[in-house]
Structure formats: structure tokens, C-alpha cells
């Protein structure tokens, strides 16, 4: 809070403090009226922002920063940049915080509506495509399939127009939803990604076994997946694309075990697909965001750990704590079930005959 004893003082130091700030290279605010503007132009945050002025012992006004109206109320902190320094303290996210899902603001109605929609989804899904008598699943798995006798050419192209197309439509997001709304183009996303990616997964699965076998593991013992969020917080502080990293780890432990060229095949598809999706999230975030992207990928990784190892990253003490959230443990509780689900997806897929 601002206390002057004298209303000339106020006015001498606000002019003073105001020469400072236009005078650095640093800033580029106007003389301002009324609230100040963020010192990062390009900056941008979906959320409500309290501009925040602190003031000097001698009284000058040091900077003006625009902070999440809950900041203060969480941390207790206030930020500060001194006039010669042009970095942005680490103790500020300048993301979003991860995974942060506050049960009171959830709507049943909202839930409901979401379940009604998702199963009205899945059975057009079932209808229109994996259904053999009446969907076009099995007919585009031939068209694919005819192009060569191959399975390792199917299972990569198959991989490739997934990639071209769920990719693709996520690089025209923005001018999509300004030409036909937001609701309509993630309709659109969805429902033309979901069936590529089902065909793909299950032609997969059918094949897996399918091609020259390049090493054997199997016989040891002992060896037995609407807005565009700046994330900052929980796993992003170990890596900045956890689904690039989890797909590495997926297609490694797969191809380790099964040994031969459908699963090669399948993996350069997928890592080449995660690869090019994460430089292509970056661009559109550096697009989206401006500076305040800039200032989270500085302190981020992609390889795992390695913004923490060269001390970008500087973890909180009570960070454990960003990953005991009902999302996590939904997450983790669907890659649980997935894993013991896969007789039944093998089966489920068995029976599509692709």
C-alpha cells in the first residue's frame, strides 16, 4: 500500500518514478492516469490480474507488475523488479498452475451435459465407423492397406495420417475457431481425430505380432497412452511435453518386448508424430503468449529433470503437493485401468478384423 504523508511528495515521486521507468530500456509504459498497463506487452492470462505497486523506502515507485488477484492471497509474496533488473523472479508463475481443479466450481449440470454428449460421441463413433456393416472403418483400414502388403507400411501410414490430420487441424485452431466458433471446430477436432486415432491403435494391436522379427525378448523371465493452457506448475517442472516423454517411454517398452518391424514401424510414426506436435505447441504458444511463453520455456525443459539438474527450475519446498490433485489421480487411475483393460481391447479389436 502507497503512504505519503503529503500530496506534493506524492506527486513529485510519481513524476520522478515515472521519468525512471520511461527512461529504461526495460519498460515501455506510457505515462499513465489510471491503472497501469503490464509491463509485457504481448502478455496474456485468462484469468483476473490486480496490478500491484510497490514502492521504495525512499519512496520512488520501483515497478508495476500485473499478478493473479488470488497471487497474494496464496503466497503472501509480493513481486518486485528493481529498475536495473530486467529478469522475472522464479517465485512467480507466469503459467498457469497445473492440474488446479476446485470441486465447488464444478456444475452437475455441466457433468451431465458432458456425459450425454460423450455418449451420444462414442455411439455415432460405433455406428459411422467401427461398425463393419454399416461404418467405413474397415473400408478405410483396406484403402490404407492396399496401398502395400506390408504391415509396416500400413501401420505408418495409418500413424502418418493420423499426424497430418490431428496435427494439422491443431495448427489451424486459431483461424478455425474465428471462421466457424469454438464449440464447432473442437466438434470438428474431435470428430475427425477420434476415428484415425481408434483405427490406428487397433490396427496395431491386430498386428503387433505381424513382420520380421528383429530380437526376442519375450522368452526372458524377467521381463514382463477448450483452451489453450500456458502450464507452469507440477509436471511441467520436470518437462515441458510429459505426453512426448510418455510416448517415448510407451514405444521403447514396446518395441523392446515385441521385437520385430510393425512395432519399429508403429514407434517411428508415434515419436515422429510427438516430436513435431511438440515443436509445433511451442510455435503456437510463442504465438498465443508472446514473452510470457518465452519466460516458462527459459525455466522448462523437455528432457526430463534437466531445468531442475542446470538450476532454471528451482522446485518449492511443498511442490509434492502440485501433484496430489483429482486430475493426477484420474490420470493415473485411467492409465491403471488401461493397462489391465488390454485382454479386453485385444479382444474388442480381434473381432474388428482390420
Not at 454399416?134 to 501401420?155: H, N, W, Y
Not at 504458444?285 to 539438474?309: D, N, Q
Request: glycine share 6%; net charge positive.
Amino acid at each position: 500500500m502507497l503512504k505519503i504523508n503529503t500530496h506534493s511528495k506524492v506527486q513529485i515521486h510519481t513524476q520522478m518514478a515515472t521519468s525512471i521507468l520511461l527512461s529504461s530500456s526495460f519498460s515501455s509504459l506510457p505515462q499513465f492516469r489510471g491503472t497501469p498497463k503490464s509491463i509485457f506487452s504481448p502478455l496474456k492470462l485468462n484469468r483476473t490480474v490486480t496490478p500491484i505497486i510497490t514502492c521504495s523506502n525512499r519512496g520512488f515507485l520501483k515497478n508495476t507488475q500485473l499478478l493473479p488477484s488470488n497471487y497474494l492471497r496464496k503466497n503472501r509474496r509480493v513481486f518486485v523488479i528493481g529498475e536495473s533488473d530486467t529478469s522475472v523472479s522464479k517465485d512467480v508463475l507466469v503459467g498457469e498452475d497445473s492440474a488446479n481443479f476446485d470441486l465447488a466450481k464444478q456444475k452437475i449440470t455441466s457433468w451431465i451435459y458432458f456425459t450425454v454428449v460423450l455418449g451420444v460421441v462414442l455411439f455415432i463413433l460405433d455406428i459411422a465407423w467401427l461398425d463393419n456393416s454399416t461404418g467405413f472403418g474397415k473400408v478405410f483400414i483396406d484403402s490404407v492397406s492396399s496401398v502395400s502388403e506390408s504391415p509396416e507400411v500400413a501401420m505408418f501410414l495409418l500413424t502418418l495420417i493420423f499426424a497430418i490430420v490431428h496435427s494439422g487441424l491443431a495448427t489451424l485452431r486459431d483461424p478455425g475457431e474465428k471462421l466457424i466458433g469454438e464449440r464447432a471446430f473442437r466438434v470438428l477436432f474431435a470428430g475427425t481425430s477420434l476415428p484415425l486415432a481408434v483405427s490406428t491403435i487397433v490396427y496395431f494391436i491386430n498386428h503387433r505380432y505381424d513382420g520380421v522379427q528383429l530380437w526376442q525378448l519375450q522368452k526372458v523371465a524377467a521381463v514382463d497412452k477448450p483452451k489453450m493452457h500456458l502450464w507452469e506448475s507440477g509436471i511441467m517442472r520436470i518437462t515441458r511435453h510429459p505426453q512426448l516423454v510418455g510416448q517415448v517411454m510407451w514405444c521403447v517398452a514396446h518395441t523392446i518386448w515385441i521385437g520385430n518391424s510393425v512395432a519399429v514401424s508403429a514407434s517411428v510414426g508415434l515419436i515422429g508424430h510427438h516430436l513435431f506436435g511438440a515443436w509445433n505447441g511451442d510455435r503456437r504458444l510463442a504465438i498465443r503468449h508472446g514473452e510470457a511463453f518465452e519466460i516458462v520455456k527459459s525455466r522448462t525443459s523437455v528432457l526430463p529433470f534437466a531445468a531442475i539438474i542446470d538450476g532454471r527450475q528451482k522446485l518449492p519446498k511443498d511442490y509434492y503437493k502440485e501433484f496430489i490433485r483429482l486430475p493426477y489421480v484420474v490420470i493415473t487411475g485411467l492409465t491403471l485401468g488401461a493397462y489391465f483393460a488390454h485382454p479386453i481391447m485385444q479382444a474388442a479389436s480381434f473381432r474388428l478384423h482390420w
